[in-house]
């Protein structure tokens, strides 16, 4: 088992910043590929990027190309999700998913492609 752990949410002004973390423990050995989703009020869950378990592959929603970033730490054990010029339509619950494998450049996209997920953490961007 993974468990997986977001932090970071909050409140933050349309056109601010806000950082997401997301620590994963527990069976991680071999690597962990991970992703960030996202729940909208009254919309389903979707996909906004996604990374490898080394780090070099990285894959982003089109809606938030050039103003997210995602990247992990050297131990491979905590991602981040680095969120500028936040809208306030991108007010949702922001979810951290985690799939292990032995691929260095797997990441999924889908939420099927993920084993496990973290519990969740509010952002709110207000106008």
């Known amino acids: 088992q993974v468990q997986l752990v977001e932090s970071g949410g909050g409140l933050v002004q349309a056109g601010g910043s806000l950082r997401l973390s997301c620590a994963a423990s527990?069976?991680?050995?071999?690597?962990?590929?991970m992703g960030w989703f996202r729940r909208a009020p009254g919309k389903e869950r979707e996909f906004v990027a996604a990374i490898s378990w080394s780090g070099g592959s990285t894959h982003y929603a089109d809606s938030v190309k050039g103003r997210f970033t995602i990247s992990r730490d050297s131990a491979k054990t905590t991602v981040y999700l680095q969120m500028k010029s936040l809208k306030p339509e991108e007010t949702a619950v922001y979810y951290c998913?985690?799939?292990?494998?032995?691929?260095?450049?797997?990441?999924?996209?889908?939420?099927?492609?993920?084993?496990?997920w973290g519990q969740g953490t509010q952002v709110t961007v207000s106008s």
């Open positions: 527990g069976r991680t050995y071999g690597g962990v590929a």
């Open positions: 998913a985690g799939r292990k494998t032995y691929s260095r450049s797997y990441y999924g996209t889908t939420l099927d492609e993920y084993d496990y």
